[in-house]
């Protein structure tokens, strides 16, 4: 096992040196993860390695959603210049592994993730940045940027920005001073702790802005890694709503044009890790997020984005989920 330079010395350092170090899957970044297993006990072992990541935002927000009574792991040990976080080990019941297995169980999930959302909403937001018209704008970008060329397709780039700063205008009115949001909030990133389906702790959360109540509800319920079924969706929207008394009709255009927003960024995303990363597995989600894009340009809010997609990208592409992007 090729375990990474430093690893054992700031095991040691930590309590942990007797410990058998297991690696884990990684993600679609730079970071890898270790399970340490001592007899009954365990812990996880995050390595972030500068310079092309930085755990003190992860130590930072884990630090603030546990003062905040959010259930994100305990750090253990961490020495972030070097990259080296331990911390609490939340098991191996993530929920869209479990909801493979007990599909029945995936209401209960699903309002549990939410009303982890609902208390999250209650909360004056973090210290972060602002999630503003800059970073939505940029975000977006990504589709016109890696999916567009490697499509072979030419579009105006332009026109496309204009159209996205238009769409986000009232949305960006009615965010007022936001909320954190976690932004990386899906299935994936959710684990059942104690066998308890509401029982739910969060990872991944080190890019937390302050933002719209509706984009980590985005993340939820528009999941690019698996199906969420349109009426599933419907319902958990009524219970949030039900939850937090926010307006129905506004809120449900600022859900869409985030829903727009998120998936055309991801599109974008998917195709770079796989033409700068060398991670073709990406690929395969791109119909589903697509299917997805075009669900949410129907709303009357993506107007101005829904026009330019119909000038710009042909139908029988959008049919098709995207087309064909070679790896």
């Not at 936001?178 to 702790?193: F, K, P, Q, S």
Request: a negative charge.
């Amino acid at each position: 096992m090729n375990l990474p330079v430093g690893l054992e010395a700031f095991v040691a350092r930590a309590g942990w040196g007797d410990a058998v170090v297991e690696p884990l899957p990684g993600d679609a970044s730079f970071r890898r993860y270790f399970r340490l297993r001592r007899g009954d006990s365990s812990a996880m072992l995050m390595h972030a390695p500068p310079p092309h990541e930085d755990p003190a935002p992860f130590l930072a927000v884990a630090r603030w959603l546990t003062d905040n009574g959010l259930r994100a792991p305990a750090i253990l040990a961490e020495e972030a210049a070097e990259g080296w976080v331990l911390l609490e080990d939340f098991g191996d019941a993530r929920v869209r592994d479990y909801l493979d297995t007990a599909p029945h169980d995936e209401r209960a999930i699903y309002e549990g993730a939410i009303d982890a959302l609902v208390d999250l909403g209650r909360l004056p937001a973090g210290p972060w940045a602002v999630y503003d018209d800059a970073v939505y704008r940029r975000e977006a970008a990504l589709l016109t940027e890696w999916y567009a060329p490697a499509a072979g397709l030419t579009v105006d780039a332009a026109g496309y920005d204009a159209a996205w700063e238009a769409a986000l205008a009232p949305l960006l009115a009615r965010q007022g001073a936001g909320v954190t949001v976690l932004r990386d909030y899906h299935a994936e990133n959710i684990m059942l702790l104690g066998g308890a389906l509401r029982s739910q702790g969060l990872l991944d959360f080190q890019d937390a802005l302050v933002g719209h109540p509706a984009y980590d509800l985005v993340s939820l319920l528009q999941d690019a890694r698996r199906d969420v079924a349109p009426e599933l969706e419907t319902a958990m929207l009524d219970y949030y709503l039900a939850a937090t008394g926010a307006d129905r009709l506004t809120f449900l255009a600022d859900y869409a044009v985030l829903g727009a927003q998120r998936n055309a960024k991801i599109v974008g995303i998917f195709v770079r890790l796989c033409k700068r990363d060398g991670k073709p597995r990406y690929l395969d989600m791109i119909p589903r997020v697509w299917a997805l894009l075009e669900r949410d340009l129907a709303h009357p809010a993506l107007a101005p984005v829904a026009r330019w997609f119909a000038a710009n990208i042909p139908v029988d592409i959008r049919q098709a989920g995207g087309g064909s992007i070679a790896a």
